[in-house]
């Protein structure tokens, strides 16, 4: 298997841009995870989907972010408009099982954003 | 809010020595925990992972430990290697206002050197 694949790898923009990050997950993972990791703040979870479905988004930081999975074998990380602030690596992860059976997490390597 | 702290937040130690790291965390109600390793510019790879129900767990040269009623858990690693050099993460997965969701501390970077 191939593992969770994001892309971009990495991304330069301005502020104001929009940031799309993509991520495929594991074939036959239910659950997939958005975290972002700063200096600042270690890895923080943005939000999780089971089948598809946005479980719980309380980690998203503000309006402008928004996250979808229109389908089992994809899901995007939008920023709209993006900001200085939110230069940080962005990481997809997978899990076949709910997080609460040992379901372990299957991370990609991440899109690096930098917001000038 | 569950917090997570991991003690040192770097070493440095020679070829073969044992280590110890240790991670410490506020809320008790966690139902299992995971050390995590993590490579420059590459995602996290899942080590170990300790139920709350046990103790410790172990791979390899790597054991964990878990003491979940103290809020602690201990990564041992035996003989270490320069193909050990990583950051280490711990996470606990949490309940209670943390229900179904995995904190992690701030890791600790390791350096091995021959």
């Known amino acids: 298997d191939a593992g969770v694949i994001q892309s971009p790898r990495h991304e330069v923009t301005e502020m104001g841009q929009e940031v799309t990050l993509r991520c495929k997950p594991i074939?036959?993972?239910?659950?997939l995870f958005w975290y972002r990791q700063t200096m600042m703040r270690g890895l923080e979870l943005l939000i999780y989907?089971?089948?598809?479905?946005?479980?719980?988004d309380s980690g998203m930081p503000e309006d402008r972010f928004s996250a979808k999975m229109p389908n089992a074998s994809f899901s995007t990380l939008k920023i709209q408009p993006s900001e200085p602030r939110d230069s940080a690596v962005y990481f997809c992860?997978?899990?076949?099982?709910?997080?609460?059976?040992?379901?372990?997490?299957?991370f990609g390597e991440g899109s690096r954003l930098t917001v000038l | 809010k569950q917090e997570v702290t991991q003690i040192p937040a770097a070493l440095s130690v020679p070829e073969g020595e044992n280590l110890v790291l240790n991670c410490s965390f506020t809320?008790?109600?966690?139902?299992?925990l995971q050390w995590f390793r993590q490579d420059p510019g590459k995602g996290l790879t899942s080590l170990l992972l300790?139920?709350?129900?046990?103790r410790e767990q172990t791979s390899g040269r790597l054991n964990a430990s878990l003491d979940k009623s103290s809020g602690r858990s201990t990564l041992y690693i035996a003989a270490s290697q320069p193909g050990d050099s990583a950051t280490y993460l711990c996470?606990?997965?949490?309940?209670?206002?943390?229900?179904?969701?995995?904190?992690f501390g701030q890791g600790t970077i390791l350096t091995v050197h021959p």
């Open positions: 300790i139920q709350s129900s046990q």
């Open positions: 989907f089971n089948n598809n479905v946005p479980i719980d």
């Open positions: 809320d008790s109600a966690i139902y299992n």
């Open positions: 074939s036959g993972h239910d659950y």
């Open positions: 992860a997978s899990s076949q099982r709910p997080p609460l059976v040992s379901g372990e997490l299957f």
């Open positions: 996470a606990p997965l949490g309940g209670g206002t943390s229900y179904g969701k995995l904190t």
